[in-house]
């Protein structure tokens, strides 16, 4: 059974930096797109930043890019997301998924129940 956790959301202030990290246990696909998301209060879910596993590809929103990297796990599945310079509107819920067409026409898509992230002085 495939399981997404994510760690290392808190209170940051301003400008402040944080580390999420996302585990992901019971991978047996060969290649995997790991996603970050994020849901701010009243607001729709969006992507804030992506990497394909094993080939390493990366994407970012515009409004991350070159604050927010996204890295996988050393030896083993998962990533973690460096955010610095934080800003108040990068407070949310941030959340891990993983997609794998390794079954296709199936479509393999999970989700790890989030971490809050809140960015205030």
């Known amino acids: 059974q495939v399981q997404l956790v994510e760690s290392g959301g808190g209170l940051v202030q301003p400008g402040g930096s944080l580390r999420l990290s996302c585990a992901a246990s019971?991978?047996?696909?060969?290649?995997?797109?790991m996603t970050w998301y994020r849901q701010a209060p009243g607001q729709e879910r969006e992507l804030v930043a992506s990497?394909?596993?094993?080939?390493?590809?990366?994407h970012y929103a515009d409004s991350v890019r070159g604050r927010f990297t996204i890295s996988r796990h050393n030896a083993k599945n998962g990533m973690n997301l460096q955010m610095n310079s934080l800003k108040p509107d990068d407070t949310a819920v941030y959340y891990c998924?993983?997609?794998?067409?390794?079954?296709?026409?199936?479509?393999?898509?999970?989700w790890g129940q989030g971490t809050q992230v809140t960015v205030s002085s």
């Open positions: 998924n993983a997609q794998s067409w390794d079954n296709f026409p199936s479509l393999s898509d999970y």
């Open positions: 019971g991978f047996t696909f060969r290649s995997v797109t």
């Open positions: 990497i394909t596993i094993p080939g390493g590809s990366t």
